[in-house]
């Protein structure tokens, strides 16, 4: 049972269940959260009760006049409740926890108790912990009806009073956020605001037309993944070398001029080309020597030019370099030039050429390959701005998997996806938190997943997420936060899930990759990739696709995306062609282990034939 027969004295007298929350009311979240733990819901409200019953639960005013409090609510549930146990909880919690009924029940049965109560550690501000109750989060039996019936004759009607009177059981839950409730209007405000920052799942599918999640297009789920993520904001400067591979945050302006001053190209000799004849060799004086990084003060007037090295700046008035070896005739202090061997300006560097003072060398968003160190050691610039490195926690789940070390008992399998996923986002440059195998069992998954929730931008996990998949990833998963199940219209890899979990005020994206293998993979490079690479702050960029013949012919459906594992090699003729590895069952490892590349093909595509050109996507420079 839903309370919310209270009179809202804190928030200005409105009704605070039916206050808007987050796209619906707060009593809404509470029901959506509490559906699933228990057998019926049912509202208990003094007011509005045609708005409540909108929402497709019987609606139950109190029976004891007057807004008498939580007991009276307690008091009516318990009169219309068909079960044996009725769970309470507030119409302002809209964060309850998903395994609420589930824990109070297991601990209303062990110690046989009347009611059991959730309660939660808090610290003061002097940092001592405290046990806090929630005597509004409870289960109590049908039978301790006669004696709350007792005690609210007496005009009882506190709690903590009637408690007195039973056995009570206490609970504790270690996510104290999920019990917070939103009692004035300005939480309710921050609570909006602090969504409004990024968009929900819903607000980004609600932009798609004809979003079905049981049928999303490869282009659909990729477009709401990139929509839905957000980058990471923290900011850190490293030392150049250490800059490789991470993503700048901030455009590198150029603070000088690269080269400094124009200068050679080559080792010759410069002057001022306008001397040049057509038609009759040139001879100049040398009257001196111009090395690289030794200034000279040398100004070769009409007749004369100056013996230059690569990189030597050109002395006033020269903008011509003849290259040494052009030259028709050297002697001690002349150089000769035959007609038409250079024209005015050539070999000349002009300053700036490379860059200009106070121009972007780097956009922001720019992932630092080795050219960039070099550029950005040009310009002087010793420490580099970048993001945060991404923390990205994977965990692989199945009952079946085994660890490298274990004893392979039969039926069960290695874990291989771990290593699959290590190695890519080891590439990728985030930091690793590699959490193991979690056992298909409620708890643990829970505990894996908050734990990841804690410590990661983002979560990464395999397995559990098929249709009809006997475990309880999907469960959990839902209950943690926003997250959507998808059936992807591809091939390897249908079943994936994303969204975003909540733990103890922390949150990270989800991916829930499917639990084969190669799917893992395929999931992996064309979803997870990208969005990692923009939570890690990366501009975007669409994959690489290179094209190839099709050396034999490929049976493919329309009306999906699928993806090959492909050998790319050239032939005798340098044209690229592909074959496609073994047996492409989605669990092989093999054949992808054998591939250098996956063949994409796309929704509308149906069979190729052989020497067709298809797209291709190469494994190697998969960052
Ligand atoms: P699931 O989606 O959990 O039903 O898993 C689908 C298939 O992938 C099953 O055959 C699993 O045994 C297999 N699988 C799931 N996770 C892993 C893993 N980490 N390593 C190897 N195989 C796995
Ligand atoms: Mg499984």
């Not at 007011?47 to 639960?57: D, I, P, S, T």
């Not at 209007?185 to 921050?190: G, I, K, P, S, Y």
């Not at 007749?303 to 040494?324: A, N, S």
Request: glycine content about 10%; hydrophobic content about 45%; some cysteine.
């Amino acid at each position: 049972m839903i309370l919310a027969g209270g009179r809202g004295t804190r928030m200005g007298r409105v009704d605070k269940g039916l206050q808007p929350f987050r796209g619906a009311t707060l009593a809404a979240h509470v029901l959506r959260r509490l559906a699933p733990q228990v057998h019926v819901v049912a509202i208990n409200a003094n007011r509005n009760q045609e708005a409540y019953a909108a929402l497709g639960a019987p609606v139950l005013p109190d029976e004891l006049t007057g807004f008498e409090g939580p007991l009276a609510g307690l008091q009516t549930g318990l009169r219309h409740c068909a079960t044996d146990l009725l769970v309470t909880a507030p119409c302002d919690s809209p964060f309850l926890p998903p395994d609420l009924v589930q824990r109070l029940r297991d601990a209303l049965v062990t110690q046989q108790a009347d009611l059991a109560l959730a309660v939660t550690m808090e610290t003061d501000e002097a940092g001592v912990a405290h046990k806090q109750p929630h005597p509004v989060f409870s289960l109590v039996r049908k039978s301790a009806l006669p004696r709350l019936d007792a005690y609210l004759a007496e005009g009882g009607r506190r709690m903590d009073g009637w408690h007195k009177s039973i056995k009570v059981a206490e609970v504790l839950f270690n996510d104290a956020a999920a019990f917070r409730n939103i009692n004035t209007l300005a939480e309710l405000q921050q609570e909006e605001q602090a969504r409004d920052a990024a968009p929900t799942l819903q607000d980004v599918v609600s932009c798609l037309s004809g979003y079905d999640p049981h049928a999303v297009p490869v282009s659909q789920a990729q477009h709401i993944i990139r929509e839905f993520v957000q980058p990471v904001r923290a900011v850190e400067k490293v030392a150049l070398r250490a800059a490789l591979g991470r993503v700048l945050a901030a455009d590198l302006v150029s603070p000088i001029s690269v080269p400094a001053h124009d200068n050679s190209a080559m080792d010759g000799f410069a002057f001022a080309g306008d001397q040049l004849d057509g038609e009759h060799p040139t001879t100049l004086q040398v009257i001196g020597a111009v090395y690289a990084g030794r200034p000279s003060d040398l100004r070769p007037q009409a007749g004369e030019c100056v013996r230059i090295m690569t990189g030597g700046v050109m002395p006033p008035g020269c903008d011509t370099v003849l290259p040494q070896e052009l030259a028709a005739g050297i002697t001690d202090d002349h150089v000769t030039i035959a007609p038409r061997t250079v024209k005015t300006g050539d070999n000349r560097r002009f300053k700036g050429e490379d860059l200009m003072e106070g121009s972007p060398a780097l956009k922001a968003g720019k992932i630092v390959r080795p050219a960039d160190l070099g550029l950005i050691a040009s310009l002087g610039i010793a420490e580099v701005p970048v993001r945060r490195k991404l923390r990205v926690a994977f965990f692989s789940t199945g009952d079946e998997l085994r660890s490298i070390g274990e004893p392979l008992a039969p039926g069960c399998v290695y874990d291989s996806n771990r290593y699959t996923l290590h190695g890519m986002l080891t590439r990728l440059g985030v930091e690793l938190v590699d959490m193991g195998i979690v056992k298909d069992d409620p708890a643990s998954l829970e505990a894996a997943l908050r734990d990841a929730c804690e410590s990661a931008d983002a979560v990464i996990t395999s397995g559990g997420v098929s249709v009809g998949a006997a475990d309880y990833t999907k469960q959990i998963m839902a209950t943690l936060g926003d997250v959507t199940f998808w059936t992807i219209g591809m091939r390897p890899g249908r079943p994936m899930a994303f969204g975003k979990i909540h733990s103890n005020g922390h949150s990270a994206f989800l991916f829930g990759l499917p639990g084969n293998p190669v799917a893992v993979m395929v999931t992996f490079y064309f979803f997870a990739r990208h969005a990692l690479l923009r939570m890690m702050g990366a501009s975007a960029s669409d994959d690489l696709l290179v094209q190839a013949r099709s050396f034999g012919p490929i049976r493919k459906k329309p009306g999906r995306t699928e993806y090959q594992r492909g050998i790319l090699t050239v032939n005798a003729d340098g044209a690229r062609e592909v074959r496609i590895t073994g047996s492409q069952g989605s669990g092989i490892l093999r054949s992808m282990a054998e591939a250098n590349c996956m063949v994409v093909l796309p929704d509308h595509q149906g069979n190729v034939a052989a020497g067709d050109l298809v797209d291709v996507l190469l494994f190697e420079g998969l960052i």
